[in-house]
């Protein structure tokens, strides 16, 4: 099996695009697209676990101690169907994200990354470095990223796996 490249991605936050428009479509369609709730925890997490797995809940619940809570949802028919998080895995990293496939395509996931970059901003950053980067035309098209030249395979590099000893 051939393993993808995932390497980390550099994006400038005093330059944002703006999503009034985006986030004013996706409210007409019945999406709900706001800051995680501590009492949303057990369920976001859960969540993500089923659809993306341990590492991924892991490093959803470490989200959830900041103060405030550093992830941001979508929600349809009273159900999440997207995350995003920010300051997880390291401070001043966006990730993990996700929309489950019934729901992508319509730019939640767009606006959940910018909804956290806005949120890392307003906390001081500059910057924000998106980690282990999948789909890098993605984060390129909806915010500007770039990549950051010699970081493969980056902050992941010998982290333990599932298989058992």
Same mark, same amino acid.
């Given at each position: 099996?051939?393993? %993808?490249? =995932?390497?980390?991605? #550099?994006?400038?936050?005093?330059?944002?695009?703006?999503?009034?428009?985006?986030?004013?479509?996706?409210?007409?369609?019945?999406?709900?697209?706001?800051?995680? #709730?501590? +009492?949303?925890?057990?369920? #976001?997490?859960?969540?993500?676990?089923?659809?993306? *797995?341990?590492?991924?809940?892991? &490093?959803? &619940?470490? /989200? !959830?101690?900041?103060?405030?809570?550093?992830?941001? @949802?979508?929600?349809?028919?009273?159900?999440?169907?997207?995350? +995003? $998080? %920010?300051?997880?895995?390291?401070?001043? !990293?966006?990730?993990?994200?996700?929309? %489950?496939?019934?729901?992508? *395509?319509?730019?939640?996931?767009?606006?959940?990354?910018?909804? $956290? #970059?806005? /949120? =890392?901003?307003?906390?001081?950053? /500059?910057? +924000?470095?998106?980690?282990?980067? *999948?789909?890098?035309?993605?984060?390129?098209? +909806?915010?500007?990223?770039?990549?950051?030249?010699?970081?493969?395979? *980056?902050?992941?590099?010998?982290?333990?796996?599932? @298989?058992?000893?």
């Amino acid at each position: 099996m051939t393993q %993808h490249p =995932m390497h980390d991605m #550099l994006v400038r936050l005093y330059d944002l695009p703006e999503t009034g428009s985006l986030r004013q479509r996706l409210e007409s369609e019945g999406y709900d697209i706001r800051p995680a #709730l501590a +009492a949303e925890k057990s369920l #976001l997490v859960a969540w993500v676990r089923q659809h993306y *797995g341990d590492g991924w809940a892991s &490093e959803a &619940e470490v /989200a !959830f101690s900041l103060q405030p809570v550093g992830c941001h @949802i979508a929600v349809h028919n009273a159900r999440i169907v997207g995350f +995003a $998080c %920010h300051d997880a895995a390291y401070r001043n !990293f966006f990730g993990p994200t996700g929309v %489950h496939p019934d729901h992508q *395509g319509r730019g939640l996931g767009r606006l959940l990354l910018i909804d $956290c #970059l806005r /949120a =890392m901003r307003h906390q001081g950053y /500059a910057y +924000a470095i998106i980690g282990g980067v *999948g789909p890098a035309d993605f984060y390129r098209k +909806a915010v500007g990223a770039v990549s950051i030249k010699g970081s493969d395979p *980056g902050i992941y590099r010998g982290i333990l796996s599932d @298989i058992p000893v």
